[in-house]
């Protein structure tokens, strides 16, 4: 974990280019409620989702890192099938 470097226990991260300081103890998905509870509620519901910088996807209740850098990002719906599109010719 990255030190601390902010006042009174606080962890500074940022969501979406945003600059955020919240409680020490807090989850990743609290600093994206502190900013975009609209998003907050999204992520928990499933219709959105949040990642690193790099954009790989991360678990929202994990512990927040001091100086981590959060994206909100659509959940997009995955295709386990390919659409039956093609037709044999007869």
């Given at each position: 974990m990255i030190a601390d470097a902010s006042p009174g226990g606080a962890i500074r991260a940022y969501v979406n280019?945003?600059?955020?300081?919240?409680?020490?103890g807090s989850v990743?998905?609290?600093a994206?409620?502190?900013l975009f509870p609209e998003l907050a509620a999204a992520i928990?519901?499933?219709?959105?989702r949040l990642t690193d910088s790099r954009g790989l996807p991360i678990?929202?209740?994990d512990p927040?890192?001091?100086?981590?850098i959060y994206r909100v990002l659509p959940m997009?719906?995955?295709l386990d099938t390919a659409p039956d599109t093609i037709k044999?010719?007869?």
């Open positions: 280019e945003t600059g955020v300081t919240v409680p020490a990743a998905l609290d994206v409620r502190a928990h519901t499933g219709q959105m678990d929202a209740h927040l890192v001091s100086g981590a997009r719906e995955r044999a010719s007869s």
